[in-house]
């Protein structure tokens, strides 16, 4: 069963910085795609950002303030928030997909998911 346990989340202050972390355990093979989804009070859980077969991609509001990485070696996805702003505040989840079609930000695509952590930034 795979396993993804998140970390890294806090407070910031706007125009700070945090990283994310996102261990995974479990799989017998690598995911096709692996990224940070969002949920914000009140809204839509939505994609930020993606990494499937060595492809990044990157939802426009948060296009060159985040970057995402992984570690094949530690099984660990990074996200990397820089210049963090208040509407970033949300819970932020990893998740990855092993299906052989995925839709970059589309969540249901996705079959592993974190438990989430949460991400508040201040003005």
């Known amino acids: 069963q795979v396993q993804l346990v998140e970390s890294g989340g806090g407070s910031a202050q706007a125009g700070g910085s945090l990283r994310l972390s996102c261990e995974a355990s479990?799989?017998?093979?690598?995911?096709?795609?692996m990224a940070w989804f969002r949920q914000a009070p009140g809204k839509e859980r939505e994609g930020v950002t993606a990494?499937?077969?060595?492809?990044?991609y990157y939802a426009d509001s948060v296009k060159d303030r985040f970057t995402i990485s992984q570690d094949s070696a530690k099984n660990t996805l990074y996200l990397q928030m820089n210049n963090l702003k208040p509407e970033d505040t949300a819970i932020y989840y990893c998740?990855?997909?092993?299906?052989?079609?995925?839709?970059?930000?589309?969540?249901?695509?996705?079959?592993?998911w974190g438990q989430g952590t949460q991400v508040t930034v201040s003005s």
């Open positions: 998740a990855a997909s092993n299906r052989p079609r995925v839709r970059t930000f589309n969540r249901n695509d996705y079959n592993y």
């Open positions: 479990g799989y017998t093979y690598k995911p096709h795609c």
């Open positions: 990494i499937c077969t060595g492809n990044t």
